[in-house]
C-alpha cells in the first residue's frame, strides 16, 4: 500500500516554502522509493476545505530550492472561523476531514504560522495525522529556536536598513522603518541589531515618544546628523499599553492614527525639529529567493518531517530545539505565541551598544 501524504501551505507566505516542501518530498521518495504519493493541496486549508488537490510528480519538486512563495499557493483561512459555518453553508471541519479521507490520504503536513498550527492542532484533535512545519518571517512560533523564512527576511530588512544610512546620512534626516511583525518584535530585533539601528521599536518594550525625541536629539547634539529607527509594525507606546486590544484599535481610529512608524516619525519631527522620513518596505520582506541557512534549516525541517512519517508519529510540529531539530506535541505549540522576553540576551546586548528602545 502506498503512503499518501498530503502538503499544503497556510497562512502569509515566506521565502523556504518551496525548500520545505522540496525537503519533505525529497526525503520521503528517497525513503519509501516507490510506496509513497504526494498530493499537493490547493491554497492552504481552503483546498483542503475544497478537495482541490493534484497528485504530485516527483520532477514537480526540482528546481524550487531557491524559489520564493510557495508552488502550492497559499490563503489566510483564520482559525477563529473554522468551526463557523458561513453564508455558504459549508462546515469547514467536516469538508476538510471528508477531503483527507476521499483523497485516501495517511497524513497531512501543514506549513505555516501560529494560526495554521492551531488549525492543524484542531484536525489532529479530530483524528488526522497531521504535523506542522514552522513557517514564518515573524519567527513567534512556540517552542522552536527559529522559524524558516526568519533569517531571510533578517536578511533583506538589514539591506534596507544599510541603504536608508547612506541616504540618511547624506541629508541629515532621521529615518524610521518599519518592518513586518504586529504581535512579536524578533525580525525587527535582529534586523535592527544587523544593520546598526540607533533605536529599536518593538511590541514587547512599549516606547515613551519623549525618549525616543530625546535620544535622536542626543545623536545630533554629538554631532551625529542622523539617526535610525527600527520600529515593528505592531509597536505601541507606553499609553495604550494600559489599554486592552480592541480599547487601543478604537483609540487609533478615532485618533487617525495610521501606522506606528508615521505615528513615531511625525512626533519626533514635531518634538525636535529633525527633518524626518518613513520607510515601510512590507511584503518585500517575504519575497524572493531564500537565503543559505533557511535553504539549509528548511531541508532539514522537511527531512525531519519524513522521519516522523516513517515512525508513524503524528501530532507533533516540527522545531528546532537547541542545536537539534525536533518536534513539539501540536497541543502544546497551538494558541501560544513566542515573544521576545525583556531580558532577552540580544536585549541586553543592543542595549550594552547604546541602543535605545524608548523605554
Ligand atoms: O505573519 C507574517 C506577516 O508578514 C506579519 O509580519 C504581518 O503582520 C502580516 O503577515 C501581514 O499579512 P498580510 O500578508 O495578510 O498583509
Redesign the pocket.
Known amino acids: 500500500m502506498k503512503r499518501r501524504i498530503g502538503i499544503l501551505t497556510s497562512?502569509?507566505d515566506c521565502p523556504g516554502l518551496n525548500a520545505t516542501i522540496r525537503g519533505v518530498a525529497k526525503a520521503c521518495y528517497e525513503r519509501f522509493d516507490n510506496d509513497v504519493e504526494i498530493i499537493g493541496i490547493q491554497d492552504g486549508y481552503q483546498g483542503l476545505i475544497d478537495n482541490q488537490c493534484k497528485l504530485m510528480n516527483p520532477s514537480d519538486f526540482s528546481g524550487i530550492l531557491t524559489t520564493g512563495g510557495t508552488i502550492f499557493g497559499t490563503k489566510?483561512t483564520p482559525f477563529k472561523l473554522m468551526k463557523v459555518v458561513g453564508d455558504d453553508n459549508v462546515d469547514k471541519v467536516k469538508s476538510m476531514k471528508k477531503t483527507y479521507k476521499d483523497q485516501k490520504l495517511d497524513c497531512l503536513l501543514t506549513l505555516g504560522?501560529n494560526g495554521t498550527h492551531k488549525t492543524a492542532n484542531l484536525l489532529s484533535e479530530e483524528g488526522l495525522n497531521v504535523i506542522g512545519l514552522p513557517k514564518?518571517?515573524?519567527n513567534d512560533i512556540w517552542g522552536t529556536s527559529v522559524t524558516f523564512g526568519f533569517h531571510t527576511a533578517v536578511d533583506i530588512a538589514t539591506d534596507v536598513i544599510d541603504r536608508l544610512h547612506t541616504t540618511a546620512n547624506s541629508h541629515g534626516r532621521i529615518l524610521v522603518v518599519e518592518i513586518?511583525?504586529?504581535k512579536a518584535g524578533w525580525l525587527t530585533l535582529y534586523a535592527g541589531m544587523a544593520g546598526g539601528a540607533d533605536m529599536i521599536v518593538i511590541p514587547e518594550i512599549p516606547y515613551d515618544i519623549e525618549k525616543l525625541s530625546a535620544a535622536c536629539e542626543k545623536r545630533a547634539s554629538a554631532g551625529k546628523g542622523f539617526s535610525i529607527l527600527a520600529v515593528a509594525?505592531g509597536a505601541f507606546d507606553t499609553e495604550e499599553a494600559k489599554m486592552k486590544k480592541k480599547e487601543r484599535a478604537k483609540y487609533r481610529a478615532e485618533a487617525g492614527i495610521t501606522t506606528a512608524s508615521n505615528r513615531i516619525a511625525k512626533q519626533i519631527e514635531a518634538n525636535t525639529g529633525l527633518e524626518t522620513r518613513v520607510c515601510v518596505p512590507g511584503?518585500m520582506l517575504?519575497g524572493g529567493s531564500p537565503s543559505a541557512y533557511d535553504r539549509i534549516l528548511a531541508t532539514q525541517f522537511g527531512v525531519h518531517a519524513a522521519e516522523l512519517i516513517a515512525q508513524n508519529k503524528y501530532g507533533y510540529a516540527v522545531a528546532k530545539i537547541g542545536d537539534r531539530i525536533s518536534e513539539n506535541k501540536l497541543e502544546d505549540v497551538a494558541g501560544k505565541t513566542k515573544f521576545v522576553p525583556e531580558d532577552d540576551q540580544m536585549v541586553k546586548t543592543a542595549r550594552d551598544i547604546g541602543i535605545s528602545f524608548g523605554d
Open positions: 497562512g502569509g489566510r504560522g514564518t518571517i515573524d513586518m511583525g504586529n509594525e511584503h517575504r
